[in-house]
C-alpha cells in the first residue's frame, strides 16, 4: 500500500515566488515524516523532518494529522531550490525499519 | 573523512550473472539500508539490516540478497533470479535513536545489464 504520495512529478515556479511541494501519507498513527532532498551531482540528504520543527534554507513544513499532510512550503523561491524533493516516512515508536519515500517531486525555480 | 562509500560507481552485467555492490560506513551507525530508484518511481526499500547478523526483507526484495557480517558493511547482490536489475542503488545507514533518525546516503551505483 501507498504510504506516502507526491502527487506533483514536476512542479516550476519563478524566482520569488512561493512554493508548495505537496505530500500526503496514509497511515493511523502518529508517523515520522521528512523530506529528503537531492540536488544535481548531489547525495541525497536530509532537509527537514517534522520531529524538529525547524527551518531549513527557508522551507519549513508542518503535520496536519487532520489532513495527514506534510507539504513542504518555502515563502519566496530561489534558483537554487532546483532540486528532486522527495518525502519520507517511518512508522514511530523506534527502531530502524527503513525509511519509505513518496515517488518525489522536481522542482525547478526558473529565473 | 566520515561518510557512507558505494562501489563502484558504475557496473556493467552480462545477464544471468549475480553481481556484488559493495556498501561501507564508518559512521557507527547500527542500521543499513539498500535502495533502488528508478524514473518516477521513487527509492523503494530492498533490504534492512538493523544490527549486525540480523537483516530484513524490504517491499521489493526478490532477486536480492544481502549479508553483515560487520558493522561497517552491508553488501547487495543482485542475483540472476532479479528480472529487471538496470538501476541505480542507493546505500544509507542511520542510528537506531529515534530522536536522530537521519539517514546518511551513499553516491550509488549504477548498475547496466548488457
Known amino acids: 500500500a501507498q504510504r506516502v504520495t507526491q502527487p506533483e512529478k514536476l512542479l516550476s515556479v519563478f524566482k520569488g515566488a512561493p512554493v508548495e511541494l505537496k505530500c500526503n501519507y496514509s497511515y493511523s498513527g502518529s508517523p515520522e515524516l521528512f523530506w529528503y532532498v537531492q540536488y544535481s551531482r548531489q547525495r541525497l540528504q536530509l532537509l527537514l523532518r517534522h520531529i524538529s520543527r525547524e527551518s531549513i534554507k527557508g522551507f519549513t513544513a508542518d503535520l496536519n494529522k487532520g489532513e495527514t499532510s506534510f507539504h513542504l512550503k518555502k515563502p519566496f523561491a530561489q534558483e537554487e531550490d532546483s532540486a528532486m524533493y522527495y518525502c519520507?516516512?517511518?512508522?514511530?515508536?523506534?527502531?530502524?525499519?527503513?525509511?519509505?519515500f513518496g515517488k518525489g517531486t522536481h522542482l525547478i525555480i526558473q529565473p | 573523512d566520515g561518510g557512507i562509500t558505494q562501489s563502484p560507481k558504475y557496473l556493467f552485467r552480462k545477464e544471468g550473472q549475480n553481481v556484488t555492490l559493495s556498501c561501507e560506513q564508518n559512521l557507527n551507525h547500527d542500521a543499513m539500508y539498500w535502495y533502488r530508484q528508478d524514473p518516477g518511481q521513487g527509492l523503494r526499500l530492498i533490504y534492512y539490516s538493523q544490527i549486525v547478523n540480523d537483516f530484513q526483507k524490504g517491499d521489493i526484495a526478490e532477486g536480492y540478497s544481502v549479508s553483515r557480517e560487520k558493522k561497517e558493511s552491508f553488501p547487495l547482490t543482485v542475483t540472476s533470479a532479479q528480472k529487471n536489475p538496470t538501476a541505480f542503488y542507493l546505500c544509507?545507514?542511520?542510528?537506531?535513536?529515534?530522536?536522530?533518525?537521519?539517514?546518511?546516503f551513499g553516491q550509488g551505483t549504477r548498475l547496466t545489464v548488457v
Open positions: 519520507a516516512f517511518q512508522y514511530s515508536g523506534g527502531g530502524a525499519d527503513g525509511l519509505t
Open positions: 544509507a545507514s542511520s542510528t537506531r535513536d529515534r530522536l536522530n533518525t537521519e539517514a546518511f
